[in-house]
């Protein structure tokens, strides 16, 4: 069975930082474009940005750019969303997705 498990969510600060993993299983992600998205409560899911399937291309929302870093690890079939100067409004569930497959979430909180 295909699998995409997040993990690495919880409750931060305004100005932290958090690090969300996503272990796939089922299939290699080699070769394939990985996003990230996320979902606030009331609001539509929103793509935070994308990795190619080499690294070589990453893009962001307007939203994140300049504070959150997705990368890869081929080899490990892992992806990362490094989030920096968390904000209030950045609080939403955060889904891994590939081109057909979706995580089921982490929550992630900002708030004092």
């Known amino acids: 069975d295909v699998q995409l498990v997040e993990s690495g969510g919880g409750l931060v600060q305004p100005g932290g930082s958090l690090t969300l993993s996503c272990a796939v299983s089922?299939?290699?992600?080699?070769?394939?474009?990985m996003s990230w998205h996320r979902q606030a409560p009331g609001k539509e899911r929103e793509r935070v940005g994308y990795?190619?399937?080499?690294?070589?291309?990453?893009g962001y929302s307007d939203s994140v750019k300049g504070r959150f870093t997705i990368s890869r690890d081929n080899a490990k079939n892992m992806v990362y969303l490094q989030m920096n100067s968390l904000k209030p409004e950045d609080t939403a569930v955060y889904y891994c997705?590939?081109?057909?497959?979706w995580g089921q979430g982490t929550q992630v909180t900002v708030s004092s």
């Open positions: 997705k590939s081109p057909a497959y």
């Open positions: 990795i190619s399937s080499t690294s070589r291309f990453v």
């Open positions: 089922g299939f290699t992600i080699t070769g394939y474009e």
